[in-house]
């Protein structure tokens, strides 16, 4: 597996924890669908890297 790459990846993952956290904190106290969709987005890009760890860990160069 390309540790650079790799580390890359782990290091944006790392980076979107906090932002995530307070979109969850904001969406808990307001309910509101703004707050939703940003929750939302955060999740959706966090699985975005997850799924591609997981492809570079499938990859037959891994």
């Known amino acids: 597996m390309p540790q650079k790459l790799e580390a890359e990846l782990r290091k944006q993952l790392e980076d979107l924890y906090e932002p995530l956290a307070a979109a969850n904190v904001?969406?808990?106290?307001?309910?509101?669908?703004?707050?939703?969709?940003?929750?939302?987005?955060?999740?959706?890009?966090?699985?975005?890297?997850?799924?591609?760890?997981?492809?570079?860990?499938?990859?037959?160069?891994a």
């Open 26 to 61: 904001a969406f808990h106290n307001s309910q509101s669908a703004e707050d939703k969709a940003v929750v939302q987005k955060f999740e959706r890009q966090m699985n975005k890297l997850v799924d591609q760890l997981i492809a570079l860990e499938d990859s037959p160069n």
